[in-house]
């Protein structure tokens, strides 16, 4: 397995707070709730059904896997790590998570990061509905 790519292409809210402390979410929906504290992108361009079947393939594999999230000039990376029970079959959303839990919309697992652990100034920047989000996947 060579080197694999993919970016999700979303939009800040001016709701994102980013507080989980667990987990970070990119979803396909336009908007965020009140328990929406994990979201850090909305009106995403795919979510987990829609990944290529290269990234899914090496996402089941347990590959190690490094996630950017870049806004308006700002960039935190994490690393996370995919698992063989990964179904990626949510059709809006993308989980990153700390913990070893999986289900449709989980992308990854022990994660070093989620959105509470995402610097002030990129949290600032994902509250603004002009800014694009770009999010790199990728599995080396």
């Known amino acids: ?5 993919e970016v999700i292409r979303a939009k800040g809210h001016p709701q994102i707070t980013a507080r989980h ?5 990119i979803t396909k929906d336009e ?6 504290d994990c979201i850090v992108g909305v009106a995403a361009n795919k979510g987990a059904v829609g990944l290529s079947e290269e990234l899914k393939s090496a996402l089941r594999s347990g590959a190690a896997v490094n996630i950017t999230i870049e ?4 960039m935190e990376e994490a690393r996370a790590f995919g698992h063989p029970s990964l179904t990626l079959v949510h ?8 913990s070893k839990f999986t289900c449709g919309r989980t992308l990854v697992v022990g994660a ?11 949290v600032a920047k994902l509250r ?13």
């Open 1 to 5: 397995m060579g080197k694999i790519i």
């Open 112 to 122: 070093d990061k989620a959105a509470a652990d995402l610097s002030k100034a990129l």
């Open 71 to 74: 806004a308006g000039g700002e």
């Open 31 to 36: 908007g965020v709730g009140p328990k929406g």
């Open 128 to 140: 603004d509905p002009s800014i694009e989000v770009k999010v790199t996947i990728k599995v080396e």
């Open 91 to 98: 059709p809006k959303d993308l989980v990153v998570r700390k």
């Open 21 to 25: 402390p667990t987990t970070l979410m």
